[in-house]
């Protein structure tokens, strides 16, 4: 599900699963006192040569050329913060999609390797806060991972040199290394975009060489909106990490799409795989909680949970948003994370 720009956290867990419901797959508090310091701090790497620069970036909105390495780098969007902590760059500003709650251990994780405090944020609540970034004088703007880009890029431009989509389709179709290779362009940090992959990369690998027992299973993956259960892994669905990890859709996957998604309780059986994975992102305002699918008769009769190989993918740690919408920072977190809930369903345990 890498296609998706994954708006983050709390509010996000709301945000990304209607935006996942609507687009299928999209694969989304005060500065510490150490922001100002840590703000655009570089990750230590080698600078690229002068060389390197300038670099002309074209988009769907017109072009623009960074003179130099840029080191103050302002994000419109989280997957965009997440890009720069995964190529070791602090942003000077960020919008606040946690709302002042918990920031996801993945990203508190790179923070803390960054030596970094509390990142400086934005309120979001209405849209880009152009004052706000333009207050922060970046050097270049990320914004790989929005929707808002089409009414955003006139007022960015000003501002600094802005990172987009050269299509504007490519907002829900580019990949996470797509974007990270994109910005890591423009920042002169392609060996470091390349080692971030490779690591990735050798995550997911790793943790399906140590679990060969996912090799063929078939699974289904659903989300209890308010409106509906949704058969997220339909025919069309970007793989992700569920498929890189040795799992593979059901024949039933044929049956739904982006836009036909969604399944009955007169027909619950449409679920049945080897495993099943379930998340609530919307808790008592989904359709339904988990206590009362898990008590409903037609339920209980498919052979995957009768086998115990069902599992919920918690959204109270972000996970089943982060699974949604992977990026390059989240991505090694959430195989971490999965790999033993899938385990254990794979197992009936």
């Known amino acids: 599900m890498n296609r998706l720009a994954r708006p983050a956290a709390r509010r996000s867990a709301v945000r990304t699963l209607i935006a996942a419901a609507a687009a299928a797959t999209l694969l989304v508090g005060c500065g510490g006192k150490d922001e100002k310091a840590d703000a655009g701090k570089p990750s230590g790497g080698a600078a690229a040569p002068a060389a390197a620069f300038p670099v002309t970036l074209t988009n769907a909105w017109g072009r623009t050329e960074v003179e130099k390495k840029p080191l103050k780098v302002a994000t419109v969007s989280d997957g965009d913060t997440s ?15 946690e709302d002042g709650g918990p920031v996801p251990e993945y990203k508190q994780r790179a923070l803390t390797k960054l030596g970094a405090g509390k990142l400086k944020t934005y309120d979001d609540t209405d849209g880009t806060d152009f004052e706000a970034i333009a207050a922060e004088a970046p050097d270049i703007i990320l914004g790989m991972n929005t929707w808002s880009m089409d009414t955003d890029y006139a007022k960015l431009a000003p501002i600094a040199p802005v990172v987009t989509f050269t299509d504007k389709k490519h907002a829900d179709t580019l990949t996470w290394q797509e974007r990270l290779k994109n910005v890591a362009k423009a920042l002169g940090m392609t060996a470091e975009a390349d080692k971030v992959i490779a690591a990735n990369g050798k995550a997911i690998a790793d943790a399906a060489a140590a679990h060969p027992e996912f090799k063929g299973k078939t699974y289904t993956y659903a ?43 007169e027909n619950l059986d449409e679920l049945e ?3 099943l994975l379930m998340t609530y992102p919307f808790g008592d305002n989904g359709l339904l909680s988990a206590s009362e ?18 599992a919920v ?20 977190w959430i195989v971490e994370k999965l790999t033993p809930i899938l385990a254990k369903a794979v197992a009936g345990k």
């Open 83 to 97: 890009i720069a902590l995964a190529l070791g760059l602090v942003p000077v500003i960020t919008p606040d999609v």
């Open 223 to 265: 989300v209890v909106h308010p409106e509906q259960l949704t058969f997220m892994s339909h025919a069309d669905q970007d793989p992700g990490i569920f498929e890189q990890i040795g799992l593979r859709k059901t024949a039933k996957a044929a049956s739904y799409s982006a836009d036909k998604n969604s399944v009955s309780l």
């Open 273 to 275: 795989a080897d495993v």
């Open 293 to 310: 699918l898990e008590s409903n008769k037609l339920f209980q009769s498919l052979t995957v949970v009768k086998g115990k190989h069902y």
């Open 313 to 332: 993918i918690p959204s109270e740690n972000t996970l089943s948003s982060a699974v949604a919408y992977p990026d390059a920072l989240s991505f090694p």
